[in-house]
Each structure stands twice: as structure tokens, then as C-alpha cells.
């Protein structure tokens, strides 16, 4: 699968942005899909994770209540809206794939398989 991400900008803090990721194939629904971010001079870290039918939603505790994920699974595509933005939320963001062999949705980068390019953001103070 092939990931796609778009929507990444410069927003001042408490904006609103909403990240959105395209994938390729007829197989999007057999994978949980998840967004990480890193920052400069950090290691990439998990951000949100949707399983393959959108019924699990999974969230790291810095964006918990400000970030939404979704999927559409008849469009391919998963989305990140994010709101409240602040300027630590300043990362590439990326989109990643980990097909949906178990229930178990993943949070760690390393048992993703497939990732997008990334697209940044930028928060401003």
C-alpha cells in the first residue's frame, strides 16, 4: 500500500489544522492505520491509531481531546483533525500502515510496515 499525506501548514497556536492521508489498493480495510510525528532532534512518536474498521480509535495522552482521527474506508483515506494547536504539536506528521493480522492495534513506529512521505507542521507562539 501506498501512503499519501496532505493538509500540513503554518497555523498559530490554538488553529485548527486537518491532516489527511490517501492510500492506494483495494486492500485499505485490512489495515490499522496510524499518525506519528517527529520533531527535530527527536525520535518519531506516536500520535493516533484507527483499527481497519474505524471502531477502535487510540490516542497518545498529549493530543488526547484536542485530535480526532478518522477513516473512510470507501475513499481510502484516513484523516487526522486537529484542534487547540500548539506550538510542541510542530513535527513532520506522518501516515502509516500495519495490516490488520490481529485486533490489536499497534503504538509503536516500528511494527508500521508502510508510511508516508510526511507533511509539516508548524505552530506558532
Known amino acids: 500500500v501506498q501512503l499519501v499525506e496532505s493538509g500540513g501548514g503554518l497555523v498559530q497556536a490554538g488553529g485548527s489544522l486537518r491532516l489527511s492521508c490517501a492510500a492506494s489498493?483495494?486492500?485499505?480495510?485490512?489495515?490499522?492505520m496510524g499518525w506519528f510525528r517527529q520533531a527535530p532532534g527527536k525520535e518519531r512518536e506516536f500520535v493516533a491509531a484507527i483499527s481497519n474498521t474505524g471502531g477502535r480509535r487510540y490516542y497518545a495522552d498529549s493530543v488526547k481531546g484536542r485530535f480526532t482521527i478518522s477513516r473512510d474506508n470507501a475513499k481510502n483515506t484516513v484523516d487526522l483533525q486537529m484542534n487547540g494547536l500548539e506550538p510542541e504539536d510542530t513535527a513532520v506528521y506522518y501516515c502509516a500502515a500495519d495490516r490488520a493480522n490481529s485486533l490489536i492495534v499497534r503504538t509503536t513506529s516500528r511494527q508500521y510496515s508502510y508510511w508516508g512521505q510526511g507533511t509539516q507542521v508548524t505552530v506558532s507562539s
Open positions: 489498493g483495494r486492500t485499505f480495510s485490512s489495515y490499522h
